[in-house]
């Protein structure tokens, strides 16, 4: 018998963790314990909250130990759990983003405090040690061989879906008043908004631009730094002032109205373990430009330009093609729409549970 761990919240990592419980037919676990680690990034070892963790992540690995069976595990960052399971146990690795952030000298993020590299040591101590890991991607897997040394024979690829039934063409007319290209993720440094903002203000440099607007859909990030301070600093030395619109959180049906009405969604982004955002807007009918690194290219395919992510000429003329070129757009979208299709949850919770019954099988 196997229980997955369904994660409370609306990050990808969560979305995960609830698809696959809608999809599979085994016991869950639902909690709302990995929130709580999000929102603990960046505290002192002695602050109140710091010392809740501890009763709270006893209890939890209670919880677990009294499910008598393997455990599945949605993310990374439940795996300091594992290292006090009894049972043997899989575990769904997205990215070593927050790895890198503890062993790098560049942040995807934010380097981490004495209490997070503890807690994070432990998060990929127990990846190593389960039975079966999921990875998101090829991307990922060849990341966990590399930096975890974990054997490729105990990693299985299972890619993510896309919610084709809120993801997918409009013909609904736009209400909006402008053109305007889209962004959507947070404003981590991985995510390289600061390179979209510097091709934005070279095309703004062209009068027929004049009208075109960057919307940036999605919260700044956490609490470890304030990531929002540093886009505005960019966005007023480049005299964007009015023309980038932020829009903090939205609703699936608002991100989908953004998808569909923009002209081109962008996404340069340093690092993904998987990007549900290209695939989502091509799922939309939206022509995607995103960057030559990480998983991305494997997700999209040939259904997307890719640049180098740090090369502003490269996206400033990508953008500008797309924007000019109504033919190269509707290839972009056809290519996107079939490019999404190949991504459904059903098939992801299909390959997950033969993963199960290959665990099963080995402990029995």
């Not at 990875?135 to 299985?156: C, F, W, Y």
Request: glycine fraction near 6%; aromatic fraction near 10%.
């Amino acid at each position: 018998m196997i229980s997955l761990v369904v994660t409370e919240g609306s990050g990808a990592m969560d979305i995960y963790s609830q698809k696959l419980a809608e999809k599979l037919d085994v016991p869950k676990v639902h909690t709302d314990i990995y929130h709580k680690i999000a929102n603990r990034f960046n505290i002192s070892w002695f602050s109140p909250n710091a010392l809740r963790t501890i009763a709270e992540d006893r209890s939890f690995v209670k919880t677990l130990n009294n499910l008598n069976g393997i455990t599945h595990l949605p993310n990374q960052h439940l795996g300091r759990y594992g290292n006090f399971l009894r049972m043997p146990y899989i575990i769904t690795v997205h990215d070593l983003i927050r790895y890198l952030d503890l062993k790098e000298d560049r942040a995807y993020i934010h380097h981490p405090n004495h209490r997070d590299e503890f807690y994070l040591n432990c998060d990929y101590k127990g990846v190593k040690k389960a039975a079966r890991i999921i990875a998101v991607s090829e991307a990922t897997k060849g990341d966990l061989i590399h930096h975890l040394g974990i054997p490729g024979d105990r990693i299985s690829v299972i890619y993510p879906g896309v919610d084709h039934a809120t993801f997918r063409p409009s013909l609904q007319s736009s209400n909006f008043e402008y053109s305007y290209i889209l962004f959507v993720g947070s404003e981590h440094p991985r995510k390289n908004l600061l390179t979209v903002l510097r091709a934005f203000s070279r095309l703004k440099k062209q009068p027929s631009f004049n009208n075109l607007k960057l919307i940036k859909v999605g919260k700044a990030g956490g609490r470890e730094a304030d990531f929002r301070k540093q886009s505005m600093k960019v966005i007023n030395a480049l005299n964007l002032d009015g023309e980038v619109i932020f829009t903090e959180t939205v609703s699936k049906e608002d991100l989908r109205t953004y998808y569909c009405n923009a002209k081109c969604f962008v996404f340069p982004s340093l690092y993904e373990g998987f990007g549900f955002p290209p695939l989502e807007a091509m799922a939309c009918g939206c022509s995607v430009i995103t960057s030559d690194s990480s998983s991305l290219p494997e997700v999209v395919g040939e259904a997307a330009i890719k640049v180098p992510p740090h090369d502003i000429e490269r996206l400033t003329d990508a953008l500008r093609e797309v924007l000019t070129n109504r033919q190269l757009r509707e290839s972009l979208i056809a290519r996107g729409i079939s490019q999404a299709a190949r991504f459904s949850w059903e098939q992801t919770a299909q390959k997950t549970l033969q993963v199960y019954e290959e665990v099963e099988k080995g402990f029995h």
